[in-house]
């Protein structure tokens, strides 16, 4: 029997498989990062891809359809597009109005639902303050009908709440809700 040093000494880089590993930066560019030989360890080997663009991220392909009731007239909707992406719940909760504050997110239903579209990246450095009035000003012209949105813009302006309690409430009504750090702190210093 060999023990864990012994195994450890007899390891070579030459029995590990060669891989490639598809990357797409949070610009949308894609590359192909090869691994292989070199002189001394490993040499890292960067092919542009030629694909259509997109935002970094992953591809969460499950549904998400729980929405979070915020107030009877507002609604969270999930941190995908999925519940305002099925006509199913949207119909089911009566929203009439869409904040839609994500990145290459298309709307839908624009025979059935006003839509608001905001172009902001989920990125910690995106500027979000520069948004929150206008945000929160759909949010009061719609408030009488049910829509998905943001609501922690609506509780925390419109309500005159502290920030802290404006997100705890809203954490009740959608235990899931996590902005991004840079958001929680712009949200956290924004005075109105």
């Known amino acids: 029997m060999h023990s ?31 691994r292989c030989d070199g002189a001394e360890g490993e040499v890292e080997q960067v092919e542009e891809l030629e694909e259509e663009g997109g935002c970094g991220f992953v591809e969460d392909t499950s549904l998400d359809l729980q929405v979070g009731v915020v107030r009877p007239f507002l609604l969270l909707g999930n941190t995908s597009q999925d519940a305002a992406h099925d006509i199913d719940t949207m119909q089911r909760f009566k929203v009439s109005h869409v904040l839609n504050v994500a990145y ?8 059935q639902v006003v839509y608001k579209t905001l172009q902001i990246l989920d990125l910690p450095e995106t500027d ?8 929160s000003s759909y949010i009061d012209q719609a408030k009488k009908q ?37 958001f929680y702190q712009q949200l956290q210093n924004y005075k109105p």
């Open 146 to 182: 049910h829509y998905i949105c943001f609501p922690l813009v609506f509780v925390f302006f419109l309500e005159g709440l502290s920030f802290d309690d404006a997100y705890n409430q809203v954490k009740l009504a959608r235990p899931s809700v996590r902005p991004n750090p840079g």
């Open 128 to 135: 979000l303050s520069s948004h929150l009035e206008e945000c």
């Open 4 to 34: 864990l040093a012994q195994e450890i000494q007899g390891f070579s880089k030459n029995l590990l498989k060669k891989q490639s590993t598809r990357v797409t930066t949070v610009t949308g560019r894609k590359l192909l990062e090869k």
């Open 104 to 111: 290459g997110v298309t709307n839908l239903f624009p025979d």
